[in-house]
């Protein structure tokens, strides 16, 4: 009876080793399809172009780009900072700020920008702050969640909007469509979240029941996955129905970053040279912020074909879309460095306490 349990454990490890594989090869091959996509996209530039728009740039709107987006950090960390604190674990804004920015670095530079950086967010909060892993993997969850849920709450409106404007450069009946359908199921999702339906785990233990012997292959560690999730959806009905007015706060802070991100687009273009309207605004922040939705890393390849499209269907020319990519771009790398700096320190410094953590 034992050789059968070690060969099955074997079995087991080769098949998670084999998709690990499959998951790095997966990885490099969405990044390396990324690359090509971008040098298409790239290819034939007008820089002449570019660099006349670029010219208009002093050191004050190098400054006022990088302030924004130094404020926006707090803003769009607040949320977590605030569901931390309803949850009884409270953390230093300073000390989120720097977690988030480590983890963004991650999210950034994986498949699918929006996420990736989750783990080591639950792990700081752990072993830096001595916070559970069932609070700090629900605070993580939830956050996630509602940023989610904001983003496409905020993109289907403004689809909406740009259906019924003058200048649309998407085909409106789609467009509707995918808004209408969106809605609907994240309605659903939610009615579902705050009436203690529990949708994800259900979902989650549903695949596994009817794909059970391929999940238990691929992680042993469903169990405890499905506690966590079964611990951030109560986390979440708990919020929405004890803490009504730090729900209503935690949205709002979500909306507020969203307006930053808008502010942030009119500011680059207006020091590009051209002031955007509203529809015109509301069309290259829709188009920018769907590109890094996509599986590539960063969004490698979509951006950059993305932002030059829109602005040349809006008759702004691709100068300014080219433009507002390259900004973009630096900000990013900026950031990310910063990210993977900070990450690199705690994950090599884990027995010393941090200059950030000391302010606390």
Not at 62 to 91: D, E, F, Y
Not at 141 to 164: M, T
Not at 288 to 313: C, H, K, Q
Request: charged fraction near 10%; hydrophobic fraction near 55%.
């Amino acid at each position: 009876m034992i050789m059968p349990m070690k060969s099955t454990k074997q079995n087991s490890k080769n098949v998670s080793s084999l998709w690990r594989k499959i998951q790095k090869r997966w990885r490099w091959l969405l990044g390396v399809l990324g690359l090509v996509m971008a040098w298409y996209a790239l290819r034939g530039v007008a820089w002449d172009e570019v660099l006349k728009l670029f010219s208009g740039i002093d050191t004050l709107a190098i400054l006022s780009i990088v302030a924004i987006n130094l404020l926006m950090l707090p803003v769009m960390t607040a949320r977590w900072w605030l569901l931390l604190k309803t949850l009884g674990t409270p953390v230093s804004l300073l000390s989120v700020c720097a977690y988030r920015t480590a983890a963004n670095a991650i999210s950034y530079l994986t498949p699918g920008p929006h996420f990736g950086g989750e783990p080591l967010s639950v792990y700081l909060l752990h072993q830096r702050q001595k916070i559970s892993v069932s609070a700090a993997t629900a605070s993580v969850a939830v956050d996630r969640l509602l940023e989610l849920l904001a983003s496409f709450v905020v993109l289907a409106l403004c689809l909406v909007n740009l259906a019924f404007a003058e200048i649309n450069p998407f085909y409106r009946g789609q467009q509707l469509s995918i808004v209408i359908g969106t809605l609907a199921l994240f309605s659903l999702i939610l009615l579902a979240l705050f009436t203690g339906k529990r949708p994800f785990s259900r979902s989650v233990l549903l695949i596994s029941r009817l794909y059970g012997k391929y999940v238990n292959q691929i992680s042993s560690r469903t169990g405890s996955f499905m506690d966590t999730l079964v611990t951030s959806e109560s986390m979440a009905e708990a919020l929405f129905y004890s803490h009504r007015y730090q729900f209503i706060l935690i949205n709002l802070l979500s909306l507020s970053h969203w307006i930053a991100i808008f502010a942030e687009f009119w500011l680059m273009s207006f020091f590009l040279g051209v002031s955007l309207s509203f529809w015109q605004m509301t069309a290259v922040v829709v188009v920018a912020r769907l590109a890094f939705f996509t599986p590539f890393p960063a969004g490698i390849g979509v951006l950059e074909s993305a932002l030059p499209w829109v602005t040349a269907s809006l008759g702004l020319g691709s100068g300014l879309g080219l433009g507002l990519l390259i900004i973009i771009r630096l900000r990013d790398l900026l950031f990310s460095l910063a990210g993977l700096g900070l990450t690199t320190k705690y994950l090599t410094c884990q027995r010393k306490v941090s200059i950030i953590d000391d302010m606390q």
